[in-house]
């Protein structure tokens, strides 16, 4: 079943480009994809751990403006400014999580969102470096000048590639280590700590491999965004962007694997589905994220296994 | 094996436990009974390393371990239970256990498992949710979790507590069969009739104090022990 859906998964991501032409819808998808990527990196920690972080944009915002400054003042928009987005947002994270993650109770969440405000107030005061308030125009196109290049990322069909070329490593990685002792322990711990760690299961250890692994992938996301819109600005540190990502993980469904992915489509589609709307758009944007949170808080994924487990005990009885 | 040295803890102005010294050896199971608010529960906490001690030291095989945190003294094979039922609630009972194995690293996740469902007559409940067992099973859920983990010393905070007395009977007689694992047992309870039935040796604590030590036919005869479980009137 995992396997059929994974083949169907990857042939209707591969083939979009075929049977999309519109521009607009390109940018959707590509969109979609990075917003799928970012709930999937904030859900290892949100989902999985159970640790409630609430600063999960300054890694997408440190990926993001690491690339365009290197770019920017170096010149450079290879998978340099890729690399070093990774690197240094996961050590960043190794920077906050370690005297966080030690603390019990709302300590971590509090330390996340205050990471996230003193990072936007840096980069708004960063001057030239930064770009300040104005943030940092003319990000180069992703390039490639190794073996067969030179080889530059320009149309949205090459972006879109490299976004889903994320988005199914982000998804496996996440598989995996879920699927692994790891994964197992990661739940310990979000079912109850203390008797996770009086079995031998070492939380803070544990809490950092994922706190890591989703700022790496969520930097990683934040760099290609920069260079695909070209353009990175201090809103990306904003309130509305961190609320957006932890309401995608939570829309679609926290702990699951395939929660995060439809939380990050349905949160990157609506605003645009509901262009009909006009003026009462955010309004209905609202309504809906009210509607799901009361009705259904397991999300999308959890009402829809909810509603299959039903009907198959239904089905079963009248057999 | 265990060695507790002058333990001390306080809470704020209250001292918990207060100048405590025993040993463990190898293979013996120790009953720490008093009552209500003795710093019974305490002790496990500060021996496991949920809490710090304020002063004394423990000691494992010679080595100082006060302070250590809970999965550090798990990987040197101490192991709790605790007061209030403690388990992985959504997970079946088989997936406890496996979450119980996490130090296993041959390979074999499930190595062991059946033998302490089998020990703890729990092999019919493998399949289901823990939080849709009865009281009594999931408190045998997670003596099996902590014996999982591979414990040799073995630390339970009050097994048989809100059991009934055909639900404790049973239990004695499961954790007999644990014992053949030669583990050691610090066990808290205070249900006598279960301690007795299962302890080698028993240490009476009140007001953080210890105040008598023995086997348990001589600790339940002591007056002291009469006038905290029974009062002093009745025993005068």
């Known amino acids: ?319 | 094996m265990l060695s507790v040295e002058h333990l001390r803890k306080k809470f704020g102005g209250v001292v918990a436990v207060d100048d405590l010294s025993f040993d463990i050896a190898r293979g013996e199971v120790l009953g720490l009974i008093g009552p209500n608010g003795s710093g019974k529960t305490t002790v496990l906490n500060l021996i496991t390393g949920f809490n710090e001690p304020s002063g004394g030291k423990v000691s494992l095989e010679g080595k100082d371990i006060t302070g250590k945190p809970p999965y550090a003294l798990a990987k040197l094979g101490i192991v709790r239970t605790f007061q209030n039922t403690s388990l992985f609630a959504r997970m079946t009972v088989l997936e406890n256990l496996r979450i119980g194995a996490h130090l296993n690293d041959s390979g074999k996740p499930d190595d062991g498992l059946d033998a302490i469902l089998e020990e703890l007559d729990l092999a019919k409940h493998q399949h289901a949710e823990a939080k849709s067992l009865a009281y009594g099973v999931q408190r045998r859920v997670e003596i099996a979790i902590a014996l999982a983990a591979r414990p040799e010393l073995l630390l339970l905070d009050e097994p048989a507590a809100g059991m009934n007395p055909e639900e404790s009977g049973e239990l004695v007689e499961q954790l007999k069969r644990v014992l053949a694992r030669k583990i050691t047992i610090i066990l808290v309870d205070h249900n006598m009739r279960f301690v007795t039935r299962i302890c080698n040796r028993l240490i009476l604590l009140n007001r953080g104090q210890k105040i008598a030590e023995g086997v348990p036919e001589e600790v339940l005869r002591l007056p002291q022990v009469i006038e905290i479980y029974l009062g002093k009137r009745r025993y005068a």
């Not at chain 1, 920690?45 to 993001?64: C, N, R, T, V």
């Not at chain 1, 450079?76 to 920077?95: D, K, Q, W």
């Not at chain 1, 809490?207 to 930097?219: E, Q, V």
Request: hydrophobic share 55%.
């Open chain 1, 1 to 319: 079943m995992t396997f059929v859906a994974t083949l169907v998964g990857l042939t209707i991501t591969l083939t979009i480009p075929l049977w999309v032409q519109s521009n607009f819808y390109m940018y959707i998808l590509i969109m979609g994809a990075f917003n799928a990527v970012l709930a999937i990196s904030l859900n290892l920690m949100l989902g999985y751990i159970g640790e409630k972080s609430l600063g999960h944009a300054a890694f997408y915002g440190i990926g993001a403006y690491t690339a365009a400054m290197i770019s920017s003042h170096f010149g450079l928009s290879g998978p340099l400014n890729l690399l070093a987005a990774f690197v240094v947002t996961t050590a960043c994270a190794a920077i906050i999580g370690i005297p966080a993650l030690r603390l019990r109770g709302p300590y971590f969440a509090i330390v996340t969102l205050g990471f996230v405000l003193i990072l936007q107030l840096l980069v708004l005061n960063g001057g030239s470096f930064t770009g300040g308030p104005s943030g940092l125009p003319g990000v180069k196109r992703l390039a490639w000048t190794g073996i067969g290049g030179p080889y530059v990322f320009s149309t949205d069909i090459q972006y879109y590639y490299a976004a889903i070329a994320l988005f199914w490593i982000a998804l496996f990685v996440s598989i995996a280590a879920v699927n692994s002792k790891m994964g197992r322990a990661w739940l310990a711990i979000r079912e109850n700590l203390d008797l996770a760690e009086s079995i031998g299961i070492n939380a803070f250890y544990y809490k950092m491999i994922a706190f890591l692994m989703g700022a790496g992938l969520a930097g990683l996301v934040g760099a290609l965004y920069a260079h695909y819109i070209g353009f990175v600005s201090p809103r990306i540190f904003d309130t509305w962007t961190n609320v957006l990502i932890v309401a995608m993980v939570i829309i679609g469904g926290e702990g699951t694997i395939i929660g995060p992915v439809v939380g990050g489509l349905i949160m990157t589609a609506l605003p645009e589905l509901l262009r009909f709307a006009e003026g009462y758009r955010m309004l209905l944007y609202g309504l809906f994220l009210l509607a799901v949170i009361m009705f259904a808080p397991q999300g999308i994924v959890g009402l829809v296994a909810d509603a299959w487990h039903k009907l198959k005990a239904r089905s079963n009885v009248v057999r």
